[in-house]
């Protein structure tokens, strides 16, 4: 018995990074998942690499027409969509002083506008059969961190939004949950391309010592999307090796 026997999962974001971690932790544990990115050629390598129980779609997750599409394609393979993560996301490094509006725009064009459209179409698709949303914020969702400043608005963002659709759920008793998850620093291609922060130095800052390895924040998705967490709506949950706890 798999923890996702019977789940047919959107994973945003899922050509690398945490998105593909998810992507093969749902498989394992028994879901069908639709991965999806604007990375076609990567997408589609680890989509066939995970089997019969994978498929890609091409999508830019802050693109309105490009959602519909996403969830009649699961349907379509696999059955109603009744899980998804929504983890595409980007990082530009500025401050409160070195921001520019097209920095700004374009982070929360994927990382707010993003996870906004995979809410609603999430809900719009999902609040009949019912299901499971999990949005991927980070600790600078929760904390000051002066380094990724437009970046701390997108994901702050999502930690509000996550409530405030996870309450629209509850008050329309609609059968779906919404949560988000709260990493700290983990190998990803998004922080190993800059060598800085690979450094001992951002390591020292999580109190366990390390950066995070994908695979632990996959364990906390399964759980969100899995019935192990039904009584969780509208909570953040932090993975972060002790770094909030500061
Ligand atoms: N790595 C970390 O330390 C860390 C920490 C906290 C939160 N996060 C968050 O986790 C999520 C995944 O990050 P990651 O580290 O795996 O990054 P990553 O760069 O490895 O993966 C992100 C994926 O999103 C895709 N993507 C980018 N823009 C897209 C768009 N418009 N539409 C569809 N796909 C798009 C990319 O092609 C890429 O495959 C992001 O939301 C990120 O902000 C990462």
């Not at 050629?41 to 994978?54: F, R, S």
């Amino acid at each position: 018995m798999g923890q996702l026997d019977g789940k047919v999962a959107i994973i945003t974001g899922a050509a690398s990074g945490f998105g593909l971690a998810d992507a093969k932790a749902f498989v394992k544990e028994g879901a069908k998942v639709v991965m999806t990115d604007l990375n076609e050629e990567e997408g589609q390598k680890q989509a066939t690499a995970l089997g019969d129980n994978a498929i890609f779609v091409k999508q830019d997750v802050s693109k309105e027409e490009e959602w519909q599409k996403v969830f009649d394609k699961a349907k379509e393979t696999f059955g109603p969509v009744n899980a998804m993560v929504n983890n595409a996301g980007i990082l530009v490094f500025d401050n409160a002083e070195t921001v520019t509006l097209d920095d700004l725009h374009k982070t929360l064009s994927v990382n707010l506008d993003g996870v906004v459209l995979g809410e609603k179409y999430g809900i719009i698709n999902m609040k009949k059969t019912g299901g499971s949303i999990v949005n991927m914020s980070s600790i600078a969702g929760i904390i000051g961190v002066p380094k990724v400043f437009s970046y701390a608005a997108s994901k702050g963002a999502v930690r509000v939004i996550t409530k405030a659709a996870a309450l629209h759920c509850c008050n329309n008793h609609y059968p779906i949950r919404i949560n988000s998850i709260h990493p700290g620093y983990a190998h990803t291609p998004m922080i190993d391309i800059y060598p800085d922060m690979r450094s001992s130095a951002i390591e020292a800052q999580h109190p366990m010592g390390r950066l995070a390895r994908p695979e632990e924040i996959a364990n906390l998705a399964v759980f969100l999307a899995s019935d192990k967490s039904s009584f969780s709506t509208g909570s953040e949950f932090l993975v972060d090796g002790g770094y909030t706890a500061q």
